[in-house]
């Protein structure tokens, strides 16, 4: 969802971040990043995983894909990051509610992003998806726009969000198959987001528990364009979690043929204790 464009210091090559390994209550929680600017001037993906600073076994991870401009764009994923690293840092998992907390991440970020369109007289949005894991191994998910979170269990897909996007109105009304949506022209055409004079959806799941094995996914459009979720679950559930965001941004960057958009991922595994 990037227009062209490009800031000082983005390069074309990819950065994947182990992110860290944290372990509690008999399970460990394995997190890395990646991101590329694809073919586009302009990086304007965010995606960070968070720690909590605190509580083992608890982690917030957020991912944004930015609209608008040269800079609005940009300006408007940043905003999300760090709207979620200042909720999070007050976050406490015995006395808030996650949910509550994602759906304050969204509110708060997207009357951040209006306020920054107003002083800047630019057009940001940007979407959002994040997923909270919590020490008993709870995970409530939230998205707004058309970056997704997918949770698999094993090499197969559970669950993954439903884009807020013209192209998925029409697969839900059945005038078109998800595969005619991939290749539909107005795939990039978004029904909610943040940063518009709409309020922003709050599409929220809660998974009671993963298991051990599951792996939580989020990404922007520029990546899960390419695979489908067979392919995505065979990538993370054979491959350690670095090597596998290596491989999706890789295998994203191949089939985009040199007209790929940003890309980013966050992808976090629940692994035994070694």
């Given at each position: 969802m990037?227009p062209?464009?490009?800031?000082?210091?983005?390069?074309r090559?990819a950065t994947?971040?182990g992110?860290?390994?944290?372990s509690?209550?008999?399970?460990?929680?394995t997190?890395?990043?990646?991101?590329h600017r694809?073919?586009?001037?302009?990086q304007?993906?965010?995606?960070e995983?968070?720690?909590?600073?605190?509580?083992p076994g608890c982690?917030?991870?957020?991912?944004?894909?930015?609209?608008?401009?040269?800079?609005?764009g940009?300006?408007?994923?940043?905003q999300?990051?760090?709207?979620?690293?200042?909720?999070?840092?007050?976050?406490?998992?015995?006395?808030?509610?996650?949910?509550?907390?994602?759906?304050?991440?969204?509110?708060?970020?997207?009357?951040?992003?209006k306020?920054?369109?107003?002083t800047?007289?630019?057009?940001?949005?940007?979407t959002?998806?994040?997923?909270?894991?919590?020490?008993?191994?709870?995970?409530?998910?939230?998205?707004a726009?058309?970056?997704?979170?997918?949770?698999?269990r094993?090499?197969?897909m559970?669950?993954?969000s439903i884009?807020h996007?013209?192209?998925?109105?029409?697969?839900?009304?059945g005038?078109?198959?998800?595969d005619?949506?991939n290749?539909?022209?107005?795939?990039?055409?978004?029904?909610?987001?943040?940063?518009?004079n709409?309020?922003p959806?709050?599409?929220?799941r809660?998974?009671?528990?993963l298991?051990?094995g599951?792996?939580?996914l989020?990404?922007?459009?520029?990546?899960w364009?390419?695979f489908?979720p067979?392919?995505?679950?065979a990538?993370?559930?054979?491959?350690?979690a670095?090597?596998a965001?290596?491989?999706?941004?890789?295998?994203a960057?191949?089939?985009?043929?040199?007209?790929?958009d940003?890309?980013?991922?966050?992808?976090?595994?629940v692994?035994h204790?070694?």
């Amino acid at each position: 969802m990037s227009p062209p464009g490009r800031p000082k210091g983005e390069y074309r090559s990819a950065t994947h971040k182990g992110i860290f390994s944290m372990s509690t209550n008999g399970f460990r929680l394995t997190a890395t990043t990646g991101i590329h600017r694809g073919d586009r001037a302009y990086q304007q993906d965010q995606v960070e995983v968070l720690p909590h600073d605190r509580v083992p076994g608890c982690l917030l991870a957020v991912l944004a894909d930015g609209m608008g401009g040269k800079s609005g764009g940009r300006k408007a994923a940043d905003q999300v990051l760090l709207t979620a690293q200042q909720l999070f840092e007050r976050y406490a998992p015995s006395r808030d509610d996650a949910a509550e907390t994602l759906k304050q991440l969204v509110l708060e970020a997207h009357l951040m992003i209006k306020l920054t369109a107003i002083t800047s007289e630019e057009e940001p949005h940007s979407t959002v998806a994040a997923f909270l894991i919590s020490p008993g191994r709870e995970c409530d998910v939230i998205h707004a726009g058309d970056s997704r979170v997918y949770h698999f269990r094993g090499a197969e897909m559970v669950s993954r969000s439903i884009d807020h996007s013209y192209v998925q109105r029409l697969v839900d009304e059945g005038q078109i198959s998800e595969d005619e949506a991939n290749a539909h022209p107005q795939s990039n055409l978004l029904t909610g987001c943040l940063g518009t004079n709409q309020d922003p959806p709050l599409t929220h799941r809660r998974i009671d528990q993963l298991e051990i094995g599951d792996t939580m996914l989020a990404c922007s459009d520029g990546l899960w364009h390419y695979f489908t979720p067979r392919e995505l679950g065979a990538i993370v559930h054979a491959l350690p979690a670095r090597e596998a965001s290596e491989m999706l941004v890789s295998k994203a960057r191949q089939r985009a043929r040199g007209g790929g958009d940003n890309l980013s991922l966050a992808l976090v595994r629940v692994d035994h204790l070694s």
